[in-house]
């Protein structure tokens, strides 16, 4: 049977290792291997896009893998099939994930109809994988409606699992700090949902994170397809409270934006920036590669470092030879 066969069987055991064999094809940097995965995304395109993509992230500390764990085991209940992809801080040393969320999903990871892929972030910047895209659509032919995508922390280049998702929830403590602290506005605006988590340690504190993070939503605006602020809601994941509120929110955002259009335009958007990200990526690696520029690059370096030549011109230099120009 082949991967792409194995993929579309259906649940059991066959299909867990076809879906760990894909994304560990997808996230190979080997020539051929990415021709394989080409391949393989082209043959499970038609039977992808019918999932939930929910992307979750916030400072660490915050208790994401915990509230995954606990939404996960409330879905399942509810006759959901959810994948995790959890993308971990790479190893300086290793290049692997050096937190393993799955092994702090004990209970969700154990539970066949979920599926959990740490992966190192390999210093991608945006809180993701380098594959995350892929993962994705590797879990939706095998039949998860939700997929979940946790990323590494929150910070100014935290942002592109917004750019990925259906939905971006955005988890803060109620204890982060006065309204400026607590929020980071490139962040935030992006948020589709706002989440205070672990408010069983201070119910008082996160009504109070609560209010304050509300307010400031209102003063920024928003620039997602709602019309109107993103709401905030208070969670314990460790007592599983509040998951129910949770769950009736991102279901009417689902069918808001599926009834407006916005759904499927995000998705047309995505895909042409994905697109247009992998040839970025592309021309950088081509460049790096490249013979022509391999032997201009320490000339051009040390007239830079020596203040003889300026990066402009060196950029420009190393350009045009690696088009031909020169």
């Known amino acids: 049977m082949s991967l792409a066969a194995a993929l579309l069987a259906g649940p059991g055991a066959p299909q867990r290792r076809a879906m760990a064999k894909a994304i560990t094809l997808l996230e190979s940097t080997r020539p051929d291997h990415r021709v394989q995965a080409d391949a393989l995304l082209t043959e499970l395109l038609p039977h992808t896009g019918k999932s939930f993509r929910l992307g979750i992230s916030g400072v660490p500390g915050v208790g994401k893998s915990t509230f995954i764990e606990a939404l996960g085991l409330f879905l399942i209940e509810r006759g959901h099939r959810v994948a995790v992809l959890a993308v971990d801080p790479s190893s300086s040393l290793s290049g692997g994930s050096i937190l393993g969320d799955k092994t702090r999903m004990e209970r969700l990871s154990m539970d066949e109809r979920a599926y959990i892929r740490p992966s190192p972030s390999s210093g991608t910047l945006g809180g993701v994988a380098d594959k995350t895209r892929e993962a994705m659509l590797v879990c939706e032919a095998a039949g998860f409606d939700i997929v979940i995508v946790e990323t590494v922390g929150v910070g100014q280049s935290e942002t592109a699992v917004a750019g990925m998702t259906d939905m971006y929830v955005l988890l803060q403590l109620p204890n982060a700090g006065d309204d400026l602290q607590a929020i980071k506005k490139g962040v935030m605006e992006l948020a589709d949902l706002v989440v205070i988590n672990k408010a069983d340690l201070d119910w ?3 009504t109070r994170a609560q209010a304050q993070i509300g307010s400031s939503l209102r003063h920024y605006g928003h620039s997602g397809q709602q019309a ?31 009834s407006s259009g916005g759904l499927e335009a995000k998705r047309r958007a995505q895909a042409q920036d994905w697109m247009w990200e992998r040839i970025h990526s592309g021309l950088r690696q081509q460049f790096a590669e490249s013979p022509a520029v391999r032997d201009l690059l320490p000339e051009v370096t040390g007239q ?10 060196a950029a420009r230099q190393l350009l045009n030879r690696f088009s031909g120009k020169v």
């Open 304 to 313: 830079v470092l020596q203040g003889q030549m300026a990066a402009s011109t």
């Open 204 to 206: 008082a504190a996160a």
């Open 228 to 258: 109107s602020h993103p709401r905030v809601l208070q969670v314990s994941a460790l007592k599983a409270s509040g998951l129910d509120e949770f769950w009736s929110a991102v279901e009417l955002y689902r069918k808001e934006q599926a």
